[in-house]
């Protein structure tokens, strides 16, 4: 029965192929008909929408289960397995640019007529880019796909010509570069040490086997590690994160915090489930990775006086959260990692899009100010709330009842492992994160009385129009903070809706 | 089952729904804010003594990915716990009645304070590990929000310093015990505590034992507040408003002892063992530290929090004699605390109002004098916490010296002696501040400045308050008969 070299379902990848033809359609449109905004916003939309239902399909399945494509003929391996946890990391990217098209909705009649197709497209290749590479399990497609999430922010993050967005991205752009280094070398020692360009776990015993080639294998692992720390903004790999965030207009900066780090962590858990049976030695270096991570992102989260890049330091201490469980190596510490993701990927997005809000009502000089957040609470309880739930699940305190779950999630595997130490650092830094949120919230709760005087209101230097007009905040705004509380709320109340997506 | 979700869903809806209205309550309903959190507390209440009588049980799978179940019961442990939380609950809203709240919307300090029973009464309700440290940390992010909205204040730095050290402490202990409870499940294969008890703890390694052991005492001797790490406390009654302390003292300071009851003794007697007499030290340290503190401070509130870390000190030492009589006794001076800690800090808040500060240092018209209602309460609420026979306070702290001088066999016998010796002598400083606080401010002539008496609400919490001390002074049976056939179950295994 002799077929194509490789199979091909449409249906499976239909979560990749969707943002990749949405950015080619948005292309093609704008050729042909220019000057138009709204039209590409829907195109986008669209395209994202319909990948995130053909995920429908894979989220819940029982464990060892996956949908396949590209194999190669005759039962040989397959390019393409989706098991639960890369679908619901696929579907959590769609959203999640969905999400950040939504934010930056209200942006675009400031920008130049052309950009607006250049920004879709550019969302679109990055989020395709991270659908991909979740689902990857070659080398090759696996290194192409991760680049395909990092490059195209890179112009995202400069499209807006300030200098500040510049030096962002550059910074962005140096982390890319080096980590694409790193993860092309890692590629090519995992070649030589296995001999197969498939992330496999019997690609990596074969390795692990042979004694002459086993050090090249975990050098492969530790630099890979490295590779992605980069992208996942890991403590020492992390000095790119709050230049590149700051700079970046907010809905970047909020797509960087989500689909970015959907992304980078999805390419981590293809590797981690490929060398999972080696046991423990390639992977020590994750725990102290995480540590540090950790408490680096929250000490200097702490120091911070701007909420943006108070969330990137976040950033780096969530991501530290992230891979904690992976110092433990089972399927359990997958699992748990995704969910972990998937909770603060929500809470920061919800977190982003109040803040996007605040921006259109204060200007962006307030907003982003932290001591502007004085009586929040009073000023604007919806959007107050919101914010406080966003942070309280970053915190993992109840009622952010999703993020104290994800803690207990990703602290289990530790202990399961008997990692005393790094469970005792784990817990000390859930007390620096709560230090860290409960700063921001006692602004927002406190009465405001005390404040109105102390500062003026401040006039944004250059966006004055933007404050002067703007009293309420766009619709599209609007929707995407209700969509994320919602979602939020929900899963809090029962947060099974998410831990079940990611299998049995 | 249905009688036991009202319980708690009654105060979760109005806690939210009083949080989310704020702007609507404002200013000129204050009243209705109040009352419908009354009618919600007595509701509870009324839910909270159906579920007393009747024991129902409600298991249901919640998180079936982490093996996390919905399972709530009532037994003979937790139901005093119970009673005395919703009892409480309904005292605060009946306080804040005559003695409203400052600093904020008054809708969203009810809804606090419903948040808080939620979590309490959630957390003593619990009969699975996690759901267990779930409700626990419920409790937090309202208190904190009472403590740093609602506090004293005349010092914003001091509370926002009280309210943040108060909140940092407790995650630090909450998610140590949270490592413990990971620890403890994983390596015994079940989250349900009765199920935790009953095995107590066949099948885990001596030095499993000890490490989970350890984890746990640390975390939740936070919570207690067991010497070294009572820090937290002090301020956070200070600053906080009455109905916070008194929620904080009477209610959440339980959570603690009961976490070591379920999560320590039960499910891990060899491990706690080991570690008793490290506990039992530092509790007794507790006793007279807190002791001599008391006699120096010149703030009251901050005075009654450390005669907290005292009485939680007999508390700790009743846990680790390892017999029936001492966690009976423990159990028993932790009812008798709630009901004692109540009744003084809802007296000093009051005071704290008319007077402007809490100040020992400045003079003032004799309580015995001016205000006989106040002075009769102080007078009960004093006599009570040195421990004199016939009150409430006897009985805990009584039992738990007698069972530390004869301690399970396992226990050092020569240590938990002397540890019963400088108890007694804690026991005496006790009695020396007491009478040191009530020459100060209750004996004497003067009569200025004139303040009022307790009225309305204020005065029919404050004599509910007496009378509970006096009751369960004279028949400590309702309690004890209770509490006593749990004890039996968990403390077999101990002292065989």
């Known amino acids: 029965m002799s077929q194509a070299v490789v199979s091909v379902n449409a249906g499976t990848l239909l979560p990749v192929l969707a943002p990749a033809v949405g950015a080619a359609v948005v292309l093609v449109t704008d050729v042909a008909v220019q000057h138009l905004r709204r039209v590409h916003y829907l195109i986008a939309l669209a395209s994202l929408v319909v990948g995130a239902v053909a995920t429908f399909a894979g989220l819940g399945m029982v464990a060892g289960a996956a949908r396949r494509t590209l194999c190669l003929p005759a039962g040989g391996q397959c390019m393409y397995v989706a098991d639960s946890v890369t679908t619901t990391l696929q579907l959590a990217a769609l959203l999640a640019a969905a999400l950040t098209l939504l934010l930056s909705w209200p942006d675009d009649k400031k920008q130049s007529p052309g950009s607006t197709a250049v920004i879709m497209s550019l969302v679109l290749t990055a989020t395709a880019g991270a659908t991909a590479v979740a689902g990857a399990h070659d080398v090759g497609s696996w290194l192409v796909a991760l680049e395909l999430a990092t490059l195209p922010t890179v112009a995202l993050v400069a499209l807006r010509g300030a200098r500040s967005a510049i030096s962002g991205a550059i910074a962005l752009l140096t982390a890319a570069l080096v980590s694409f280094a790193l993860l092309a070398l890692s590629a090519a020692l995992w070649f030589t040490a296995t001999g197969s360009g498939f992330l496999t776990p019997a690609a990596a015993l074969v390795g692990f086997h042979d004694p002459v080639r086993r050090p090249i294998l975990v050098l492969a692992v530790v630099v890979l590690i490295a590779g992605i720390g980069f992208k996942l903004s890991l403590v020492p790999f992390h000095a790119w994160t709050p230049e590149a965030y700051d700079g970046a207009p907010l809905p970047i900066a909020a797509f960087l915090a989500g689909v970015s780090k959907i992304a980078a962590a999805a390419a981590l858990l293809v590797v981690i489930q490929a060398v999972a049976p080696l046991g423990e030695p390639p992977l020590a270096a994750m725990a102290i990775v995480a540590a540090v991570s950790m408490t680096l992102g929250n000490i200097m989260a702490l120091r911070q006086d701007g909420v943006v890049r108070l969330l990137a330091w976040s950033t780096v201490a969530q991501a530290g959260w992230v891979v904690l469980p992976l110092a433990a190596v089972s399927s359990a510490a997958v699992h748990a990692s995704g969910a972990y993701l998937l909770a603060y990927v929500l809470a920061t997005l919800l977190a982003f899009a109040v803040v996007a809000a605040l921006v259109q009502i204060r200007g962006a000089a307030r907003a982003r100010d932290l001591t502007e957040y004085r009586g929040l609470l009073s000023a604007h309880p919806v959007l107050a709330s919101a914010l406080g739930l966003a942070l309280l699940s970053l915190a993992g305190l109840p009622p952010g009842v999703l993020g104290l779950v994800a803690k207990v999630a990703a602290l289990r595997p530790v202990v399961t492992s008997e990692l005393w130490v790094l469970a005792i650092v784990a817990a000390a830094n859930a007390v620096l994160g709560v230090a860290v949120y409960l700063r921001w919230l006692l602004k927002v709760i406190s009465s405001p009385e005390a404040s109105e005087q102390a500062s003026p209101p401040a006039v944004p230097d250059g966006a004055a129009p933007v404050a002067a007009r703007a009293i309420r905040a766009h619709p599209a705004t609007l929707v995407a903070v209700g969509l994320t509380a919602v979602a939020l709320v929900l899963t809090s109340l029962s947060p099974q809706m998410l831990l079940g997506m990611l299998g049995r | ?496």
């Open chain 2, 1 to 496: 089952v249905v009688i036991l979700l009202l319980a708690l869903v009654i105060p979760a809806v109005t806690g939210t729904a009083l949080i989310l209205s704020g702007r609507a309550f404002r200013p000129s309903a204050e009243g209705n804010a109040n009352t419908l959190s009354l009618v919600a507390s007595v509701a509870t209440a009324g839910f909270v003594t159906a579920a007393v009588i009747n024991r129902p049980v409600l298991d249901q799978p919640w998180l079936p990915s982490l093996g996390v179940r919905m399972h709530f019961a009532v037994d003979g442990i937790s139901a005093p716990l119970l009673i005395l939380t919703a009892a409480l609950s309904i005292a605060v809203v009946l306080n804040a009645r005559s003695r409203p709240p400052h600093g904020g919307s008054s809708s969203t300090f009810y809804g606090c304070l419903q948040l808080v029973e939620l979590g309490a009464l959630a957390t003593f309700l619990a009969r699975d590990a996690v759901i267990f440290y779930l409700s626990f940390e419920i409790v937090l992010i309202p208190m904190w929000v009472l403590i740093s909205r609602y506090g004293d204040s005349h010092d914003l730095a001091a509370r926002a310093d009280a309210s943040g050290r108060f909140v940092l402490y407790t995650v630090l202990g909450s998610t140590l015990m949270l490592i413990g409870i990971l620890a403890l499940v994983q390596a015994s294969g079940t989250a349900n505590l009765d199920a935790l008890a009953a095995a107590h703890g066949t099948g885990l390694a001596r030095h499993m034992q000890i490490i989970i052991a350890a984890l746990l005492l640390v975390g939740m001797g936070i919570k207690i507040p067991v010497f070294p790490l009572h820090t937290w406390l002090p301020p956070a009654h200070t600053i906080a408003p009455t109905a916070g302390s008194v929620m904080l003292a009477a209610v959440l300071l339980k959570m603690g002892t009961y976490g070591v009851v379920r999560l320590v003794i039960a499910p891990l007697p060899i491990g706690f063992g080991a570690l008793a007499p490290a506990f039992a030290v530092v509790g007794v340290v507790g006793i007279v530290w807190g002791g001599l503190a008391c006699l120096v401070e010149n703030d009251l509130k901050r005075l009654i929090a450390y005669s907290s870390v005292a009485h939680m000190g007999f508390v700790v030492l009743g846990l680790s004699s390892g017999t029936t009589a001492g966690l009976q006794a423990a159990l028993f001076a932790n009812i008798a605390h709630g009901v004692v800690s109540a009744l003084l800090f809802f007296l000093v808040g009051g005071l704290k109002e008319r007077w402007g500060s809490a100040d020992l240092a400045t003079a003032r018209a004799a309580l015995r004098e001016v205000s006989p209602r106040l002075g009769l309460a102080l007078v009960v609420g004093f006599a009570a916490s040195l421990g004199l026979p016939g009150l409430v306070g006897f009985w805990g702290e009584f039992l738990a010296m007698y069972s530390a001088w004869n301690p399970a066999p396992d226990r050092p016998q020569t240590l938990m002696r002397v540890l019963v010796v400088v108890a007694v002598l804690g026991a005496g400083v006790a009695a020396a501040y007491s009478l040191r606080v009530l020459r100060l401010i209750w004996s004497g002539d003067r009569t200025t400045p004139a303040h009022e008496d307790a009225r309305g609400g204020e005065w029919s919490v404050l004599a509910a308050l007496v009378c509970a001390v006096l009751v369960l002074g004279v028949a400590p049976g309702l309690v004890l008969n209770s509490t006593s056939k749990g004890v039996a179950a968990i403390t077999m295994e101990v002292s065989r």
